[in-house]
């Protein structure tokens, strides 16, 4: 009886785990000119998301010791949301720049904590421009970036190759929150089975994808029903390929908010 109890006991645990999946956003945008506003009416109409911001002021943090008087406002205003993290944005080209480059990146955005007055404090690092694995030669690079970011209090790391990794999988998964293994074009997406976009199932709730060039038309509802059941950790959807546009973030939302994902009935489709 006991042993039939544990089981059952077991059985509920994992039941009530739900992967939950967020919405990863490019929020390129200037935020001035309430830009950013449509991307403040979603956080705060679907407070069960989480939402994952990529903030660039300026191919990075800029030069300055803290941001415009614009991004200040603008991230405090993030920051008011409890389902919110702020990622601020750095690249590596390729894991080629010099680290002491993307650290100094790192240790402005930490600096940011300590404003005065408002809080802007970020929440991790979006590593963009980084490589697909093929290379071992360029994973001790990002392990280190990812140990300096977290050890600055930027805990959520993300590295983007925008494709999927090729080698020592395990090794660089270990080292990110998330990575995101596809950012390419809605129709390349489709067109193919989403596993194959991906490495390994294994890791799919530290999986982020990212579609661009969305037609209007698209099956938004669709893609990102099925990015549930695979259990993704992060999606979305955008209209261009310069992220400028938030015109999708409201209907994406929407679509990760539904209760109920579709069960997958065959591979490389979407069901309705």
């Given at each position: 009886?006991?042993?039939?109890?544990?089981?059952?006991?077991?059985v509920f645990t994992l039941a009530s785990t739900v992967v939950s999946t967020g919405l990863l956003v490019p929020l390129y945008a200037w935020p001035g000119t309430n830009a950013w506003n449509t991307i403040y009416d979603a956080i705060a109409a679907h407070p069960s998301i989480p939402f994952y911001l990529i903030i660039n002021p300026s191919s990075g943090p800029g030069n300055t010791e803290y941001p415009e008087e614009v991004f200040v406002t603008g991230i405090a205003k993030l920051n008011s949301f409890s389902n919110t993290q702020v990622l601020g944005y750095t690249y590596t080209k390729q894991g080629t720049r010099d680290s002491s480059e993307v650290e100094k990146d790192i240790a402005t955005y930490s600096k940011w904590a300590t404003y005065p007055g408002q809080n802007i404090r970020l929440s991790g690092i979006f590593f963009d421009e980084a490589p697909d694995g093929e290379d071992p030669n360029k994973l001790a690079y990002f392990q280190s970036l990812s140990r300096k970011s977290k050890s600055s209090n930027l805990n959520t790391v993300i590295f983007n190759p925008g494709a999927k990794i090729k080698?020592?999988?395990?090794?660089?998964?270990?080292a990110a929150d998330f990575i995101v293994e596809y950012e390419d074009t809605y129709a390349n997406w489709v067109a193919r089975d989403p596993n194959e976009h991906l490495s390994t199932s294994e890791y799919h709730g530290k999986d982020a994808?990212?579609?661009n060039q969305t037609p209007e038309d698209a099956s938004v509802e669709d893609v990102v029903r099925l990015a549930k059941?695979?259990?993704?950790?992060?999606?979305?959807?955008?209209s261009d390929d310069d992220y400028m546009n938030l015109a999708t973030v409201s209907k994406v939302a929407v679509a990760v908010a539904q209760n109920r994902s579709a069960r997958r009935r065959g591979r490389g489709r979407y069901y309705s």
């Open positions: 009886m006991f042993q039939l109890l544990s089981i059952i006991a077991t080698a020592d999988v395990a090794k660089w998964f270990e994808v990212i579609l059941d695979m259990g993704l950790g992060a999606i979305y959807l955008a």
